[in-house]
C-alpha cells in the first residue's frame, strides 16, 4: 500500500481481509472528520464505502487511484455548468488534506434535496423558472472556504434570473407564459402553472441525471419517480394538476427513499457475503 491506492483493507491477526470493516485509514481521514462522516457500509471492498443508510444524507466515498485521470477529468467536468454536462454532483478533496476521495451524494438524497429546495422556495410564493442539470450544484469544499453558511455536500440551486415573486401559492396559481429557460415542454406548450413547473423540470432533471449515472441500469423505483413527477401534461390554463406538487413529492420520495434503502442494503448484505466467499482481487 506504499502508493496510497486503494484497495485499503483492515487486515486481521491472520492476515485476511476483514471485508465487513471499514479501513481505519479511510475513517481517520482529515476530510472525512471534518464533514463528519462515518463510512460504515462497503459497496467495492477496499475502494468505496457509504455512510449509514439509517441516517440522511447517504453518501458514498469513493477512494480514488491516482494512477488513472479519474480526479482530474471529475475536476474538469464538474466546473462546467453547461445543461450537457450531467456529472453527478459530488466533492473532490483538497489535495493538501491527504489521499483523494470522491463524495459524492446518493442519488435518491440527491433527488430529495432538490426536491425540498423546491419546496422550500414554493412556500415562499417564488418559482426558480429554470431548473435544470447546469443550476442544480452541490457544495464543494473550495466554496465552503470562502463562504461560511455553505454546507459541504448540500444541493444548491443557482441562476434565479427567471426566477418568479407570485401573488398566489401553489394549487391556486393560474398558467403564465413561461420565460426562456433550458427545458421546454412538449407539445408547443407555452403557457404552464409555474409552481407545476419548477417540478416538471425537477422530473426532467432527474431523468438526465439517472440515464448519466446508471447508463442502461438505472434503478426502476426512481425511474418511476421521475416518470410521476414528470407527469404528463395537457396543457392547462389555470391551476395544473397534471404532477404532485413539490411538498407532495417530497412526502412520497420519503417513503420511495425508505424502500430503496431496504432494497439496497438487501443488495449490499448479498455483495458482502459473496465478497467473503472470493476475496477481492
Ligand atoms: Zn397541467
Given at each position: ?110 433527488s430529495?434535496l432538490l426536491i ?39 444541493v ?46 425537477a ?79
Amino acid at each position: 500500500m506504499t502508493s496510497g491506492n486503494p484497495p485499503w483493507y483492515e487486515i486481521d491477526e491472520n492476515g485476511q481481509i476483514m471485508v465487513l470493516e471499514v479501513p481505519s485509514r479511510l475513517k481517520s481521514h482529515p476530510e472525512v472528520i471534518r464533514r463528519g462522516l462515518e463510512p460504515t457500509d462497503p459497496w467495492k471492498v477496499g475502494v468505496v464505502y457509504s455512510t449509514s443508510m439509517l441516517k440522511e444524507p447517504l453518501y458514498y466515498i469513493k477512494i480514488l487511484d491516482t494512477d488513472t485521470e479519474e480526479a482530474a477529468i471529475f475536476q474538469q467536468l464538474s466546473r462546467q455548468v453547461d445543461t450537457r454536462n450531467h456529472t453527478i454532483p459530488g466533492e473532490l478533496t483538497p489535495p493538501e488534506t491527504g489521499h483523494p476521495l470522491l463524495i459524492t451524494p446518493a442519488m435518491s438524497d440527491f433527488s430529495a434535496l432538490l426536491i425540498e429546495g423546491i419546496e422550500y422556495m414554493h412556500d415562499l410564493r417564488i418559482t426558480h423558472m429554470d431548473i435544470c442539470p447546469g443550476n442544480v450544484l452541490v457544495a464543494d469544499p473550495q466554496i465552503d472556504r470562502r463562504y461560511s453558511g455553505v454546507e459541504p455536500g448540500k444541493v444548491y440551486l443557482i441562476d434565479f434570473g427567471s426566477s418568479l415573486q407570485l401573488p398566489l401559492g401553489p394549487g391556486s396559481q393560474h398558467a403564465i407564459t413561461l420565460p426562456p429557460s433550458q427545458f421546454r415542454p412538449e407539445n408547443g406548450i407555452t403557457c404552464f402553472d409555474p409552481y407545476s413547473w419548477d417540478v416538471y423540470c425537477a422530473a426532467l432533471t432527474m431523468q438526465q441525471t439517472l440515464k448519466t449515472c446508471y447508463r442502461n441500469d438505472p434503478p426502476r423505483i426512481a425511474c418511476l419517480y421521475a416518470d410521476w413527477l414528470k407527469g404528463k401534461e395537457r396543457g392547462c390554463k389555470a391551476v395544473c394538476h397534471c404532477r404532485p406538487t413539490a411538498r407532495r413529492a417530497r412526502q412520497v420520495l420519503t417513503g420511495v427513499l425508505w424502500l430503496v434503502r431496504a432494497w439496497e442494503q438487501v443488495k449490499n448484505v448479498l455483495y458482502i457475503l459473496k465478497s467473503s466467499l472470493s476475496p477481492p482481487s
